[in-house]
Structure formats: structure tokens, C-alpha cells
């Protein structure tokens, strides 16, 4: 699943509670991504180019079950024990466990159990056909939207986001050298993406927040 709608995943978790602010939602559902981020530019991860497809070969420290529950129960514990804030406690780790959940639907089989188990592995492999892809994100995002109520700003950057997105999903054979010869080039990619989705759904969201209530 791609950033914009991960990143609408927080409205589903903010709605009708008026008290949790949205960025900590927004934060929650890429955690795990910000993860994968740092460990490809530390090589701790990485992806490869075969037979002229992307395929996220090793990412089971930020991507596998285990890591998502344990950052989950982790998350859970700072918020409420910690930061002191009880009402975001749970909605963060729902939307740290959101990420992976929504992950295994589209990713080839490549999510693990656990970083010390490479079977058994999950993945319904929507991405493997792109317009599939395209259609079920598109939807995924337009009903987070519409069960927030929001407005016709965030409704507009959700449709873009995924407009653009969508050549990124039909990218194929020579199309993808540039991630073999730059390897850097995807993370900060998805990195700018996950940064651009916070400010336009954080921005957009609390003017629809604040006209509901």
C-alpha cells in the first residue's frame, strides 16, 4: 500500500475522538515504514530488480508480525506510560498494526512471522497486478475519507496522490534500472512521500475536524 493511503488509515482512527490530535495518528500508521527507510539506507533491508519487477526481498526487522507487534505493545506502553496521554495510547498502536495488516493484502509473499523465521511468509500479491492495485487503493482511500466526513481539500489530495502514484504501480523492465544504479533513490522516495501525506492530511483534516464539531 502506498503512503497516502496508509496515511488515511489515521482517519479512520480519528474519527469521533476530537481530544487525539491527527499528526500522532499519521505518525503511527508509517512507523513501520520509517523503519524500513533507515534500515535500507543502513543496508540492514534492501529490495532487488528481477525480470524487470520491484521485489522487497529482505524486510523482515521492520515488516514481519513480530516486529509489528512488539512496536506496537512498545508504542503503547510510551503513550500511555510515559507521554501520559491514555486517550492516543490505543489508536497509535492500532495504527502501528494497521500498517502491516494492510501490507500482507498487497505485497507479494514477502512478509514474515518474525526476523528469525524465514517461512512462513504472507502476501496476497494485489501488487503483481497494477491496476487491481490501483483500483482497491483508490477505493481503500476514498472510504477513509468518506467515514471521516472530510472535506473536499482532503478528498482532492487522497484522489491526486493516488493519480500519481499510479505510474510508480505500472513501472516495468528498463523503467526500474534507475533503483539498481541509485539503490538510495526508492527509500528517499518513499520517505518524501510519507513527509508530503503527513502535512496535506494533517492540514486538511483538522480544517474538516474543526467544521464537524
Known amino acids: 500500500m502506498y503512503a497516502i493511503n496508509h496515511a488515511a488509515t489515521s482517519l479512520l482512527l480519528k474519527k469521533d475522538r476530537p ?3 491527527i499528526l500522532p495518528l499519521l505518525i503511527s500508521t508509517q ?3 520509517l523503519f524500513w527507510v533507515a534500515f535500507n539506507y543502513l543496508g540492514i533491508e534492501h529490495f532487488s530488480v528481477r525480470d524487470g519487477k520491484l ?8 515488516h514481519s508480525i513480530f516486529s509489528s507487534l512488539l ?6 506502553g510510551i ?3 510515559i507521554v501520559k496521554n491514555k486517550p492516543l495510547a490505543l489508536p497509535f498502536a492500532l495504527g502501528v498494526l494497521s500498517h502491516v495488516a494492510l501490507d500482507i ?3 507479494e509473499k514477502d512478509i514474515r512471522l518474525s526476523p528469525f523465521s524465514e517461512t512462513p511468509v504472507w502476501g496476497l500479491g494485489i501488487i503483481s497486478f497494477p491496476f487491481l492495485n490501483f483500483v482497491l487503493e483508490f477505493l481503500y482511500g476514498i472510504f477513509c475519507w468518506w467515514y471521516f466526513k472530510g472535506n473536499k481539500r482532503l478528498l482532492a489530495a487522497i484522489i491526486l496522490f493516488n493519480i500519481f502514484d499510479l505510474p510508480v504501480m505500472l513501472a516495468s523492465g528498463k523503467a ?5 544504479l541509485y539503490p538510495a ?3 528517499t522516495f518513499i520517505l518524501l512521500q510519507i513527509l508530503i501525506t503527513w502535512y496535506l492530511v494533517a492540514r486538511f483534516s483538522k480544517s474538516a475536524d474543526e467544521n464537524r464539531h
Open 31 to 33: 512507523v513501520v515504514e
Open 105 to 107: 493484502l498487497f505485497h
Open 176 to 180: 526500474l534500472d534507475v533503483f539498481i
Open 185 to 187: 533513490i526508492l527509500p
Open 79 to 81: 503513550v500511555r506510560w
Open 71 to 76: 512496536l506496537s505493545l512498545i508504542s503503547y
Open 55 to 62: 521485489h522487497l526481498d529482505f524486510l523482515p526487522y521492520s
Open 19 to 21: 481530544n487525539v490530535p
